[in-house]
């Protein structure tokens, strides 16, 4: 046998496990080669030293403290095993649980308020329905005080009103019985009311500004239902209030009717004079309009009340 | 004894202990290096003999089973955390505080001078700084064989490997032990 093989054995040798006829073969060789002699003394040693390593022993109260590990472990483990059911019950009661916490959560987020009679604001529209001028629009109004005081209640819910907010300015309008003709949005000479010389010029520019507001579409409109004029009304003061930089907070429905009855706005109060001018343009202002309000107020609150001529 | 805890006598567990606790003990030390972590493995070890022995089915030497489950944590703990290997390497490399940190439990030998005890320890520490730098599969047979003293087939069953791998295992790793031991053994 060559060396290599002498020496891929060796190992085996040394613990006496080869066989008879390839334990012969190595001693043979060993018998004669000096070099695998010497690797085979080596390899004893190793294994001799290793033999005769001081085996370490376990501390004397290794058997104490396995018994106290033991029984703080499996304390914990049974009060697990109590609290937590098998998996096989465990998930599924988890799952259960999750989902019912979920299904209250949802509930109480999305369970809808008691129900009023509030609608959202319609899309501001571009396309203004022409509002029709009659006779009695060339006049001066007449202050329809009584007609505004004889005003049947509204039937409708009206909204809650923020609490702490200053009280809006009420206008009324009094929305037209016969149909409207061919749009004409240009400024008429009729007013409600003289504005107030206060603004002067800057009156004067801020009508420009309203009629020429970008983006305007001025459409000839089909006679409409007269069932839908307060619609219509509603179309164009939410347009209206739109070209002023205003947003509207909310518009009431009478219940029966389902006809829009109040219009709450939220106008900039340096455009408050257009807008009340243009808003007489639309309808016919019930009431003499509330004056400018007081300086300091950046915005202002509307109330529109859209009422049917007695 | 095994039969006796499945029948449910719990003392024969402490019988079982008692009996293998110092070789599972050893084979751990030379495992793992460290005193405390032996101590923690082993017991260990027997706790989860103790759960599992209900379910030992005599298929094998209750010793081999014992040894299969040393070995196995073992195993583990080695992989674990390089942490650990970090710890067992400075202690190597610090042989006074190795030895200050565990409680002498060696069969030592009161007859020998000091000088001898100091050279027996640090030869000792030597072989087992070579033994921890070899490949776990190697120090697995090593200890098995070379210093528990179980047989090949005992190490097959135990470790899973089949006869050829263990004889080839053993013969690399005594060789490297040559190799790294020249003047020490």
Known sequence: MECANIKEVLSEYVDGILDSQTEA???????????????????????????????????????????????????????????FVPAWTKIPLEVATVAAIMILIFVGLYTPQPEKQIAMAPESSTEIRAAKRTTADS?????????????????????????????????V?????????????RPTATRAAPAPAKEGRAVEEERTDVVAHPGTEFVGQSAPDAETKADETLSK????????????????????????????????????????????????LQAPPPAIPEKGQETIQIRIRLISPD | MVSAFQAGNSAAFDKLVLKHKDRVFNLCYWFLGDYQETNDAAQEIFIKVFRSLKKF?????????????????????????????EKRMARFDNPGVSEGTRPSVEIGDESRSPMVELERKER????????????????????????????????????????????????RARLDLRDKLRGVI
């Open chain 2, 124 to 171: 000792r520490m030597l072989i087992m700084r070579a033994i921890d730098s070899l490949p776990t599969e190697q120090k697995t047979v090593v200890a098995l064989r070379d210093i528990e003293g179980l047989s090949y087939d005992e190490i097959a069953n135990i470790t899973g490997f089949n006869l050829g791998t263990v004889k080839s295992k053993l013969a």
């Open chain 1, 25 to 83: 073969r190595v001693e043979e060789h060993l018998s004669t080669c000096r070099a695998c002699q010497e690797e085979l003394s080596s390899l004893k040693a190793v294994v001799n030293g290793l033999s005769s390593l001081e085996s370490v022993k376990a501390p004397e109260d290794f058997l104490e403290k396995l018994h106290e590990r033991m029984e703080s472990r499996f304390t914990v483990r049974k009060l697990m095993r109590i609290l």
């Open chain 2, 57 to 85: 089915r005599f298929e094998s030497a209750f010793s081999t089973w014992l040894y299969r489950i040393a070995v196995n944590t073992c195993k583990n703990r080695l992989k674990s955390s390089d942490y650990r290997q």
């Open chain 1, 173 to 185: 309008l009094s929305l037209e019985t016969e149909p409207s003709g061919a749009a004409d949005l």
């Open chain 1, 139 to 171: 006049a001066e109004p007449e202050l329809k005080q009584d007609a505004y005081e004889a005003k049947p209640a509204l039937k409708a819910e009206t909204a809650e009103q923020p609490v702490g907010e200053r009280e809006p300015i009420e206008l």
């Open chain 1, 237 to 284: 003061v939410a347009d209206l209030i739109n070209r002023v930089e205003g947003s509207i907070l909310s518009i009431e429905f009478d219940k029966q009717t389902h006809q829009p009855q109040i219009i709450r706005a939220e106008i900039p109060s340096r455009r408050y004079v257009s807008f009340r001018e243009e808003l007489e343009r639309l309808a016919l």
